[in-house]
């Protein structure tokens, strides 16, 4: 199980450091059976290193360039996050691929140079509701694996995870259910499983992500093929974080 919170460009500095120092006070009992990871923007990271040292709760980035340095005003390198106190890295997600014009030859290039830097690339595919509709949910989201991470090579299941999200869950509070959800990850698993081989598919941890509560957290990683949460806008909250993680772990209260 691993639940990842994504903060997107939300929290100015002080802020990310109280929220960051709540989840700690919530969490740090259950990241003992779970992975838990908090993505603040890159501006937080070494405050939040700092912060997490000590604790079993993990951090991570929401972007970086493939590049190892350069000429690339604004950006950073995979090194740079891992020398900030990164182990993760979410990677192609679909507001990347909207706004940033990410593709998935991009996404690769960075995917690779993740792995080979020593991040752990959290790395998302989804298809738009038009996709949905049209049926082509597998077929986009299966090209989005093959072509990301093309060429990859995470070593064990534990270097990758996937984050399944529905461009139309994301944000909108509308999110899959548990069956339509699970089908897709069954499906990413079988994909996986024709890269990697067998082993790797079975242990390879994927993500849902699109919408999830506390209220729905629970239904949705209780399915087989979903094994954890990429959270937007409830990681804010460090309460509804908390009973994320309580519902993914089938734990009540708090
Ligand atoms: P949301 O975002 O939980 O706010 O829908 C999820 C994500 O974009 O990772």
Not at 17 to 36: G, H, K
Not at 62 to 87: F, I, K
Not at 132 to 138: I, P, S, V
Not at 205 to 230: C, F, T, W
Request: charged share 20%.
């Amino acid at each position: 199980m691993i639940i990842a919170g994504n903060w997107k460009m939300h929290t100015d500095l002080v802020e990310g450091a109280s929220l960051v120092a709540e989840v700690i006070e919530r969490t740090e009992s259950l990241a003992l059976d779970a992975d838990l990871v908090l993505c603040p923007p890159f501006t937080h990271l070494t405050v939040a290193a700092t912060q997490l040292s000590g604790s079993s709760i993990s951090l991570g980035a929401q972007h970086m360039h493939d590049a190892p340095e350069g000429a690339y005003t604004g950006e950073v390198s995979a090194r740079m996050l891992l020398t900030s106190g990164c182990g993760y890295v979410i990677l192609g997600h679909s507001e990347r691929r909207t706004y940033f014009n990410e593709s998935n030859t991009s996404v690769n290039g960075k995917v690779r140079s993740a792995i080979s830097a020593g991040l752990t690339p959290i790395v998302c595919v989804g298809e738009t509701l038009e996709d949905r509709e049209a049926g082509r949910t597998e077929e986009v989201v299966g090209e989005q694996v093959r072509a990301g991470l093309s060429d990859a090579d995470p070593g064990t299941a534990d270097g990758l995870v996937l984050a399944y999200e529905p461009v139309w869950a994301i944000g909108t509070g509308r999110v899959a259910t548990p069956d339509q959800a699970d089908q897709v990850h069954g499906h990413l698993r079988k994909v996986i499983a024709d890269m990697f081989g067998d082993a790797f598919a079975g242990r390879i941890r994927i993500q849902y992500g699109g919408s999830v509560k506390p209220e729905n957290a629970g239904a949705l990683m209780a399915r087989p093929h979903i094994d954890g949460a990429l959270v937007g806008g409830a990681s804010l909250d460090a309460s509804s974080f908390e009973a994320i993680v309580r519902a993914g772990l089938g734990i009540n209260g708090g």
